[in-house]
């Protein structure tokens, strides 16, 4: 089961770097949140059948001009994304360690013009 998920996982980036070497890109509006879902998605850990725990904590490197625009932006974009992965994870019956985050970064300056998702699990900090 594990070869064929590794290989369903590879095959997936390979046609999307192909995609994108072929077609130009330009995110679409949805496209984050899609992102987004699908880190939930692969990266959930089953601990029973109840209990499916999945990331919690994003961090979304943008190029530094759109990081400009988002920042100055009166409406932040953060809340809207947590929103729309803490409703997935309740339509999919996932569970979070900790607090849902995400942190909108500039990226390195050797980073093309899109984005990248990193995602990990990050447990709940204790009460003093």
């Not at 001009?65 to 309740?90: E, G």
């Not at 849902?100 to 390195?108: G, K, Q, Y």
Request: aromatic share 6%; charged share 20%.
């Amino acid at each position: 089961m594990r070869f064929l998920r590794a290989s369903e996982r590879l095959m997936e980036r390979w046609a999307t770097n192909v995609r994108c070497y072929l077609l130009p890109t330009k995110p679409k509006p949805g496209e984050v949140v899609a992102i987004l879902l699908r880190q939930c998605d692969d990266n959930a850990l089953i601990f029973g059948r109840q209990h499916i725990v999945v990331p919690n904590a994003f961090v979304i490197e943008l190029p530094a001009d759109i990081h400009r625009l988002l920042s100055d932006n009166p409406l932040p974009v953060a809340p809207v994304l947590v929103h729309q992965v803490c409703r997935h994870a309740a339509e999919q019956g996932y569970t979070f360690a900790g607090p849902v985050a995400v942190d909108l970064r500039p990226a390195p300056g050797d980073m093309p013009a899109r984005f990248r998702v990193h995602s990990r699990i990050s447990p709940a900090r204790g009460r003093p």
